[in-house]
């Protein structure tokens, strides 16, 4: 007998306590998703760019969702050197096919991926890109080949089009 | 504070009690005495702190999106309403969570009057309070003003405008507050700022309030001094705790209804139109915890005078503790004080009433008698009581009244007298 | 406790009144039954998506809704235009842009993340073309007039000959329900002004339900899940609070003591 009231009370606590746990959980929930992105962030558009003035061998900076994206038009030799590396060398093996998908132009978030800098064109040991933060070396076609940075420049989602305009986005 | 040594019974618990006293707090906290015929009108200095918490943790939400700045101001409340994920509930509970706050507030200070707590040896608990009331008013005032929407910037212009009645300096004090010589983007950030730091004060006076509370303990329904611990005192946990968060369910019931169902009832529909200093909105009424000391200010035709009788109807409060002569604590022993009480309580909330009513014709006649016996009711009725008053015997102990057979006050009372 | 909640509910039932007593010499406003009222109330999408019609046919031309994006007409509890829709509605607006490279402004097919376009460059050009009266910005208009959604209702059907007695200037009209009865806009709708695609007859009543719907989605564009998420709240809290009667009473009754 009284061991079965005891186990009655035990379940009326143990229920309220779950039910309020529930509650606090739904409560704090809004609280942290409020930081999240905003429906207007979430929307933000992608960004067309006019390429038609960058010659070969010069690079354009674009800033696409608070970010620089570096729009190269790259040299006949750059694109060799490129396509050269093998892939065994590569810290982060991609192929320059699949990040260049038309040779001539290299569209590739301008953020290192060690802590978030911003590379500087044409420096470093691989005729690419330089990290000046801590010292990241990548080569023409944005991959990490010698430095802290664990991966290869992110290829944001892009498209031509027209044969001058690409679309961020 | 504590009313017996306390020692943890683990080694490391020992270690850090002996260096920062925490767990000797806790353990006062949850041991509290609290004496058990506590009503519930005894719940609502939880449910304060419940609010006082909502408030800030809402605040600092819609902090990290608000922009204080007239320009953009009210595009950031909209901002929050339409795209902040949530954005729209947590500013609803802020909004919504004032008046709530001031609900709970006036049903404690009411509760306080009731049954005497101001009394010795609580005075500085009760001051206290009507700082943090006070302090509570000035948040609620800098807040409305932040969404910039026109009650917002005829709200900051006519109470900033009040310090102008204050003779030589008035003017001077005026521009000094606005930082400029009209209400104007200067106002709105320092009333950001000051809006943000308020909140953190009452925050640091709850924790005083507690304190003074607790070195007397709670007065009671019965208002006599008990002896703690006692048999008529549970320990706060789980007793009271379980109370005050049943009230602290129901009350929230009726906060959750405002919030998702009638979010805007207790605002203004004006505010919702940008600040226009060009155009005044036809009716100026300040939010309804403040109507009283509005229809005070307005009963008064002078200027000086009126802002003077406004102020004072809060700072006698102060003053209570010395203006209420009687040496009985409750009311449930002051025939007579009870019915001053209720009609008090009837003024007020005739005050409130004419408060958000056109300042004229009969209106203002109920005004001006209304703030007459509210001044009355302290200055006069309350000294001359406690010497006139015949009060009924008090019981020796709060159990005697429950060992004589019911836990009622009434029937109680009613078998003392 | 029987006092307690008497008292309580006095209390919020004065706090009420004295809003509802606020405007008090207000007349009575046209009824009818609006779907988005009550514990579950929700938009009427066929009215949403008319009454932007009736927005972008009618209003727009003087009122502009500058806090609502073309994306919002695709999402949920809105008028729920598929995206596509939204895509066109939105391309068929020319936004302005800019600068570009050569520092000039152009314009451009609008986008969903695109704010509706306002009719006028400010405040000052809208009052200008309106005979020195500004045409409300409509995106919160239902929240910013004491009746709501019953006076904008009422509003658009309120107009009237003037009664003897009242003169009115050049581009001032008489409304019944306008504050004052003096209106500087006038009446905008009459049967049959917009072609309905559902085929709804669109009369003055209708247009004028639909387009208050509009915008009162337009202020509150979260009222459906607000309500939604307010029911489950309360249910949850009523569950809580049975429990914790419980568990108080059952904790009380260690002590000899009645609560």
Redesign the interface.
């Known amino acids: 007998m009284a061991e079965k009231k005891t186990n009655r009370?035990d379940f009326?606590?143990t229920?309220?306590y779950a039910?309020?746990a529930?509650?606090v959980g739904?409560t704090v929930w809004?609280?942290i998703?409020?930081?999240?992105p905003?429906?207007?962030?979430k929307?933000?558009?992608s960004t067309e760019v006019?390429v038609s003035?960058v010659s070969p061998g010069k690079t354009i900076t674009v800033l696409w969702r608070g970010k620089p994206v570096f729009i190269r038009r790259r040299t006949n030799e750059e694109i060799a050197e490129a396509k050269a590396v093998k892939m065994e060398d590569l810290k982060h093996p991609e192929k320059d096919e699949d990040r260049a998908k038309n040779p001539e132009w290299l569209v590739m978030l301008g953020v290192c991926t060690h802590l978030g800098c911003v590379p500087l064109d044409q420096k470093g040991d691989y005729n690419g890109w330089f990290c000046p933060c801590h010292g990241s070396h990548y080569d023409t076609s944005g991959r990490i080949r010698k430095g802290p940075a664990p991966t290869n420049m992110e290829i944001p989602k892009y498209e031509f089009v027209d044969a001058n305009t690409i679309k961020i986005g | 504070m504590s009313d017996h040594e306390y020692t943890p019974k683990s080694k490391v618990g020992k270690w850090f009690n002996d260096r920062l006293p925490l767990l000797t707090l806790a353990n006062h906290l949850t041991e509290y005495p609290t004496p058990k015929n506590l009503n519930y009108w005894w719940t609502f200095g939880g449910i304060l702190t419940f609010c006082l918490i909502t408030q800030i943790v809402t605040g600092l939400v819609l902090a990290m999106h608000y922009i204080a700045h007239a320009d953009m101001a009210f595009d950031s409340v909209e901002h929050i309403m339409r795209d902040v994920n949530y954005g729209w509930l947590i500013r609803y509970i802020h909004a919504n969570g004032a008046s709530m706050f001031f609900l709970a507030v006036y049903i404690h200070i009411f509760r306080s009057l009731f049954y005497g707590s101001y009394k010795a040896p609580r005075e500085i608990i009760w001051i206290i309070g009507i700082i943090i009331y006070l302090l509570m008013m000035a948040a609620a005032f800098m807040g409305y003003v932040l969404p910039w929407g026109q009650m917002s910037f005829w709200g900051a212009t006519v109470i900033t405008n009040l310090f102008s009645a204050i003779p030589l300096i008035g003017e001077g004090i005026v521009t000094w507050l606005w930082g400029g010589y009209s209400v104007d983007n200067p106002t709105l950030t320092r009333f950001f700022t000051l809006h943000y730091l308020i909140p953190f004060l009452i925050l640091g006076l709850v924790v005083l309030h507690i304190w003074a509370l607790h070195v007397p303990g709670n007065n009671n329904p019965v208002g006599i001094d008990i002896k703690k611990p006692s048999k008529d005192t549970v320990p706060f946990h789980p007793y009271i705790v379980i109370k005050d968060g049943f009230a602290l369910l129901m009350f929230m019931i009726v906060f959750a209804f405002f919030v998702f169902y009638t979010p805007n009832i207790l605002g203004h529909a004006d505010n919702y139109i940008e600040a226009n200093p060009l155009v005044t909105p036809a009716h100026i009424v300040p939010e309804w915890y403040l109507l009283p000391f509005y229809a005070i200010l307005r009963s008064v035709p002078d200027k000086l005078l009126g802002v003077v009788a406004m102020l004072s109807a809060i700072l006698i409060l102060a003053a209570l503790p010395w203006l209420d002569t009687s040496k009985i604590r409750s009311a449930v022993f002051r025939p007579l004080y009870r019915q001053f009480y209720w009609i008090l309580v009837a003024d007020v909330l005739i005050l409130g009433y004419v408060g958000a009513m056109p300042a004229e014709g009969l209106y203002l006649l109920i005004a001006r008698i209304a703030t007459a016996y509210y001044f009355l009711h302290f200055l006069v009725i309350l000294p001359v009581l406690g010497f006139k008053e015949k009060t009924l015997p008090i019981p020796l102990s709060i159990t005697e009244p429950i060992l004589g057979g019911s836990p009622n006050l009434a029937a109680a009372k009613k078998k003392e007298s | 406790m029987k006092n307690f909640f008497k008292a309580l509910i006095l209390s919020i039932f004065f706090i009420s009144f004295q809003y509802n007593t606020n405007a008090a010499e207000k007349v009575e406003y046209l009824k009818t039954d609006w779907s988005f009222k009550g514990l579950f109330g929700k938009f009427d999408r066929g009215a949403l998506q008319r009454g932007y019609q009736v927005y972008t046919e009618v209003c727009s031309s003087c009122h502009s809704m500058k806090y609502l994006s073309y994306r919002n007409l695709a999402e949920k509890g809105g008028p729920e235009f598929t995206e596509a829709q939204a895509k066109a509605i939105a391309a068929s607006f020319e936004v302005k842009d800019g600068p570009n490279a050569d520092g000039d402004m152009f314009t451009r097919p609008g986008k969903l993340s695109d704010k509706f376009i306002m009719p006028y460059e400010n405040v000052q050009a809208a009052q200008a073309a309106n005979g020195g009266a500004y045409p409300p910005d409509m995106s919160v208009l239902v929240k910013a007039r004491g009746g709501g959604v019953d006076y904008i209702y009422s509003l658009l059907q309120g107009y009237e000959d003037p009664p003897v007695g009242v003169t009115l200037d050049d581009g001032v009209y008489y409304n019944k329900y306008m504050y004052g009865n003096k209106i500087k806009m006038a009446n905008q709708l009459s049967d049959g002004l917009v072609e309905y695609n559902d085929g709804t007859s669109a009369t003055v009543e209708q247009m004028s339900k639909d387009v208050t719907t509009f915008l009162m989605w337009a202020a509150e564009p979260h009222l459906e899940s607000r309500h939604r998420m307010g029911f489950k709240a309360i249910v949850y809290l009523i569950i809580l609070t049975v429990l914790v009667y419980f568990s108080m009473k059952r904790i009380w009754s260690r002590i000899e003591t009645k609560i």
């Open positions: 009370r009326l606590f229920a309220t039910v309020g529930v509650g739904a809004p609280m998703d409020q930081m999240n905003d429906a207007s962030v929307a933000l558009a006019d003035s």
